[in-house]
């Protein structure tokens, strides 16, 4: 894909101008002057189905207007080597050796080398560049900024070696290998999708070789409200163990049905071996079990809603997706820390001031980070300084749905 730099940003364009102009001179001030190409990847938004991708289940998610920006050019060597303006490392990676290196684990050089190496394996070129980059999808804001990089990386890759052939779906795929074998972290597939095909679309990984995909053309100011997301300010740092226990003990019901995934396995003999399941897989896996087969159901009916022009449907539907997240699926806050139940407070302070007019659930992964809300434009200001009062200035972000997806940005 290939976007021109005046579609891709239609307001801020001034402000988004200032920040290539920086991107270019960041790139100038590691390596020379040099002929620049500049991508982009967007950060997402998951707006229906909680932890169901990686048990093969249906998500609706959107690309955001926050993205992360890429100036770079070919090097001429078999390396890649890659700066970015918010980390003091610049990260080197051989193109001689793209095998997993233990010592890069949970760092961005293990997604590079992971995205090098899967490009190889199905046969795109892939050769040494450089690559200045610069994003506003922070870590830990909840929007995916590991997958916004993925998709960049490989965006890069696309259109500097192989003419931009690399299509969207194929793209995620890749991002996803990295972050699953090279990151370590056994995340699904829907943050890479979001971030790649861009817009508001409804996912079914039934097949994760080949997901279903499903563009919803829905309009969330025309309905008089805004997405909003809190940032709750709590650090994503040790929760790695509580985000592999969630599919690791839905996989565990699911092998107890005779299947590998929930999406697989017959809801109804789940319900009716319930007892013996309990007492095999344990309550917690259990209860996710249930949590997987109500969601994945709603994601499917929420994106039927938005395509049917049933908002007030829609909201019900988000509010009770976020309530089997909290009850069932148990990810607003981490067991090991109990004291710090930041998510859990923001869902409450949102349920008082929008109850009976907005929604709110958690957002993403869950146990820290943030959490989204459907404001009525009239109570925008109210419902953001209500919520900055408790989680500071600037914790409240209200997001725009972007079409693109990872694209080459044309000046």
């Not at 092998?255 to 319900?271: C, I, S, T």
């Not at 917690?284 to 039927?304: G, P, Y």
């Not at 809300?373 to 408790?390: G, S």
Request: glycine share 10%.
């Amino acid at each position: 894909m290939i976007v021109k730099f005046s579609e891709l940003y239609q307001k801020d364009l001034e402000m988004q101008k200032a920040r290539y102009e920086r991107i270019a001179a960041g790139y100038e001030e590691y390596y020379g002057k040099a002929p620049l190409s500049f991508f982009s990847a967007p950060g997402r938004t998951e707006v229906g189905g909680n932890h169901t991708d990686h048990n093969h289940g249906c998500v609706l998610a959107a690309a955001v207007d926050l993205d992360i920006v890429a100036a770079a050019a070919p090097n001429g060597e078999d390396v890649v080597r890659l700066k970015s303006a918010e980390y003091e490392k610049l990260d080197e990676i051989g193109l001689s050796d793209l095998s997993v290196q233990e010592e890069e684990t949970e760092k961005s050089a293990s997604l590079i080398r992971g995205v090098c190496a899967r490009c190889r394996e199905l046969g795109y070129r892939v050769e040494g560049f450089n690559a200045y980059t610069a994003t506003q999808v922070l870590k830990g804001s909840g929007l995916s900024s590991s997958a916004a990089f993925e998709v960049v990386v490989v965006t890069i890759i696309s259109h500097l070696f192989n003419d931009g052939k690399i299509d969207a779906v194929t793209a995620a795929q890749i991002a996803q290998y990295a972050e699953n074998v090279y990151f370590g972290k056994p995340s699904g597939l829907m943050d890479q999708t979001a971030s790649s095909v861009g817009g508001f679309t409804a996912i079914d990984f039934r097949d994760p070789k080949k997901p279903v995909l499903e563009k919803v053309d829905f309009d969330l100011a025309q309905q008089g409200y805004a997405l909003c997301i809190v940032d709750t300010g709590g650090s994503h740092a040790d929760l790695t163990g509580d985000y592999a226990a969630i599919p690791q003990e839905m996989k565990k019901v699911a092998g107890l049905l005779g299947v590998q995934v929930l999406r697989d396995a017959d809801e109804a003999e789940f319900w009716k071996r319930l007892k013996e399941l309990r007492e095999k897989a344990g309550d917690r896996a259990v209860l996710r079990a249930m949590h997987f087969f109500s969601d994945n159901l709603l994601a499917q009916e929420e994106a039927k809603a938005l395509k049917a022009g049933d908002f007030a449907s829609f909201k019900e539907m988000i509010i009770a997706s976020g309530r089997s997240s909290a009850t069932r699926l148990q990810n607003v806050f981490s067991c090991h820390n109990p004291s710090e139940q930041g998510l859990s407070l923001a869902l409450a302070i949102s349920e008082k001031i929008l109850a009976g007019k907005g929604a709110w659930r958690v957002h993403g992964g869950g146990f820290a980070g943030t959490i989204q809300a459907f404001v009525p434009m009239n109570m925008l200001e109210e419902y953001r300084e209500k919520i900055e009062n408790v989680f500071g200035e600037g914790s409240c972000h209200v997001l725009s749905i972007r079409s693109a997806g990872g694209t080459k940005v044309e000046i």
